[in-house]
């Protein structure tokens, strides 16, 4: 699936953004701007951006906070990659050498702070208390998420329930967020903003569950990081979780020992579990659920170009294979 032809409605405001993006990264503290041009010019989809800038589109919005706030969305989701590389001790993303493995933890998480602190000034510009609101909530959801993960690694026993609760709050949530911050520019009706914001949490549980599944099923070149990754840092996401209930006594020892300890010594072993157990194919169905259930909380908006890329979007989130 065509990423770029779907994101075509947007493509020129999603210029604007970049330069929205560029232009709020000026620091006279010359570390700030060096690390967070890198960690911003790195690469990456830009999803929640674009959601924003659809879904305000879909509700008729002619204004311009949208593009500022697109760019609110980058910098929290920018601020998060940051301290999540620094508590996982990753070394590569997008293909690249994060930031913390280039400039030391200390500076990573400080300029995380940094990009914080920006998009709440950029909000206050924006000047709306709803948005702010829904921000506010937003982060600290997100938060209180990545505390819940950090509780669950190397633990064989979370459950799917607790896996499934965290990736809401870590990242369903600003996923969610965004498409709200866009229909509440557009001043639609609460029972469309509600809707919308359903479709952005449904989005952002099946993106999940795709990058969970791709770590066990992806390629190094395609998906920008290293294969197993969540495996070395213990951490139990649902095609582990999936494989251990499914597999037999060797494979579920196999895995359990995997998670307690992480590490890649037993990578292809426990990949071959996963595969064999039908735990890919389980993430897969559960994912598409998700997206299926994105696309059916949109169906009330009015039929737009947005609308439709919206839809796609759905699609391309269980679709991809990076």
Not at 14 to 37: F, K
Not at 75 to 92: C, R, Y
Request: proline content about 2%; glycine content about 10%; some cysteine.
């Amino acid at each position: 699936m065509d990423l770029t032809a779907i994101l075509a409605p947007v493509a020129d405001e999603m210029h604007r953004v970049d330069e929205a993006i560029r232009g709020s990264l000026s620091s006279d503290v010359a570390l700030v701007s060096q690390l967070s041009h890198y960690i911003i010019n790195s690469g990456g989809k830009r999803l929640r951006p674009v959601v924003v800038l659809m879904a305000a589109r879909a509700g008729g919005y002619q204004g311009g906070h949208h593009i500022d706030m697109a760019a609110v969305i980058e910098f929290i989701h920018t601020a998060t990659l940051l301290h999540d590389d620094v508590v996982d001790g990753s070394e590569m993303r997008r293909g690249l050498n994060t930031a913390n493995a280039i400039w030391g933890n200390e500076a990573s998480v400080l300029v995380g702070d940094f990009l914080y602190s920006r998009a709440f000034q950029m909000m206050v510009g924006v000047g709306s208390l709803e948005i702010m609101s829904i921000m506010a909530d937003a982060t600290n959801t997100i938060a209180a998420g990545e505390v819940m993960q950090l509780m669950h690694v190397h633990d064989p026993d979370t459950s799917e329930a607790s896996y499934l609760e965290v990736i809401q709050r870590k990242t369903a949530t600003l996923f969610q967020a965004g498409a709200r911050v866009g229909a509440a520019l557009s001043g639609m009706p609460e029972e469309l903003k509600d809707a919308v914001g359903r479709y952005g949490l449904h989005l952002g549980n099946a993106f999940q569950l795709v990058d969970d599944l791709l770590d066990y099923s992806g390629s190094v070149e395609a998906i920008g990081k290293n294969i197993g990754d969540d495996l070395a840092e213990g951490k139990a996401t649902l095609p582990l979780i999936r494989a251990l209930g499914q597999g037999d006594r060797d494979q579920r020892e196999l895995i359990r020992s995997a998670i307690e300890h992480g590490g890649l010594d037993n990578l292809h072993e426990v990949v071959s579990a996963v595969e064999s157990t039908g735990a890919i194919e389980y993430t897969s169905r559960l994912a598409r659920s998700e997206a299926d259930g994105a696309i059916e909380a949109i169906r009330e908006l009015p039929d737009s170009a947005f609308r439709e890329s919206l839809i796609r979007l759905a699609d391309f989130c269980v679709e991809r294979s990076y």
